[in-house]
Nanobody, 128 residues
Framework: QVQLVESGGGLVQAGGSLRLSCAAS????????VGWFRQAPGKEREFVAA????????YYADSVKGRFTISRDTAKNTVYLQMNSLKPEDTAVYYCAASYDVADYSGVYYVPDLYVYWGQGTQVTVSS
């Protein structure tokens, strides 16, 4: 089992920044990749960013490219999502999720069903 706990959400004005953290515990050695997803009221959960636990390419949704950065600190078993130039449309509950090893991850990283473990979510609200 892997446990994920998000933190760092809050209320920020448009143009501001937040850094979300996703702390993993338990069988972290089994984690292959970690993704960030978000869900706004009345909308489906959507992919935001992802990376392989071992390093390598980062993946981003087009809507956040150039504004958000995903990173990890393996010593702390933590994945971060640095969010800059926030917009009101970024308002959502943000979730981190972890997957086991997946063939051709580069082709499927954005699929929520790929991820086995999910955190409880953290609210991000961007005011205009």
């Amino acid at each position: 089992q892997v446990q994920l706990v998000e933190s760092g959400g809050g209320l920020v004005q448009a143009g501001g920044s937040l850094r979300l953290s996703c702390a993993a515990s338990g069988r972290t050695f089994s984690i292959y990749a970690v993704g960030w997803f978000r869900q706004a009221p009345g909308k489906e959960r959507e992919f935001v960013a992802a990376l392989r636990w071992s390093g390598g390419n980062r993946y981003y949704a087009d809507s956040v490219k150039g504004r958000f950065t995903i990173s990890r600190d393996t010593a702390k078993n933590t994945v971060y999502l640095q969010m800059n130039s926030l917009k009101p449309e970024d308002t959502a509950v943000y979730y981190c999720a972890a997957s086991y090893d997946v063939a051709d991850y580069s082709g499927v990283y954005y699929v929520p069903d790929l991820y086995v473990y999910w955190g409880q979510g953290t609210q991000v609200t961007v005011s205009s």
